[in-house]
């Protein structure tokens, strides 16, 4: 049995950078290098990651939730999302292409 969802999103999904940067950079006094002192890693890496260029990977899911206090599940159900979006919009001809199939 499937579920039909026919319901298309037109406008992507936020990006996890662009949490960061917009949400929790402000409300924790953050700055780039201050966040990446915090979670270890270098300033390059938050840089691309708040300028959308770097997906969330799950290490750093575990890094960003234990600073945050949030679960790393929420952090890759934000990246699941989005590029989930960005793959349904890059490959739109070839699985319109698939029909699906019904069971006998």
């Known amino acids: 049995m499937t579920i039909s969802n026919t319901i298309k999103r037109e406008i ?24 990446a002192n915090a979670l ?9 990651l708040l300028r959308e260029r770097r997906s969330i990977s799950p290490p750093m899911a575990l ?9 790393p599940e929420f952090w890759l159900n934000v990246q699941h999302a989005r590029d989930l979006w960005e793959s349904e919009k890059r490959f739109q001809k070839e699985l319109k292409k698939i029909h699906p199939l019904n069971a006998a």
């Open 12 to 35: 992507p999904p936020t990006h996890p950078g662009e949490m960061i940067r917009e949400d929790f950079m402000p409300d924790y006094s953050l700055t780039t290098a201050s966040l």
């Open 40 to 48: 270890g890693v270098s300033r390059q890496t938050i840089n691309e």
């Open 63 to 71: 890094r960003l939730s234990r600073l945050f206090g949030n679960s």
